[in-house]
């Protein structure tokens, strides 16, 4: 799964940001030389050079390859806000008891 939060890394790592040369998906990677956000990607774009066609599906089937992997990202932060929230909610509760 490509990391596409800086959060995903340790704070002091030297992260690279990167467009994926498959699908177009930026993406943070631990390495300056990375090529593609997953092995998937790595996949498609070997297949495609070992029997060298351009691009083995449509521009179409690329875009929603790429917009699943945002969808799927921003669900994940999405759920991260809502559990903080929550947390937050459970700080300021007894806060607000005692007024």
Do not use: H
């Amino acid at each position: 799964m490509p990391k596409l939060d800086r959060s995903d890394f340790k704070y002091n790592a030297k992260v690279f940001e990167k467009t994926c040369l498959w699908c177009g998906t930026i993406f943070f990677a631990s390495r300056s030389t990375a090529k593609y956000c997953c092995g998937t990607c790595r996949g498609y774009a070997n297949q495609a050079k070992q029997s060298e066609e351009a691009v083995p599906y449509d521009e179409t089937e690329k875009m929603i390859s790429a917009l699943l992997s945002e969808n799927a990202y921003l669900k994940g932060q999405l759920q991260r806000y809502v559990t903080e929230n929550e947390e937050l909610r459970k700080q300021i509760q007894p806060l607000t008891k005692n007024k």
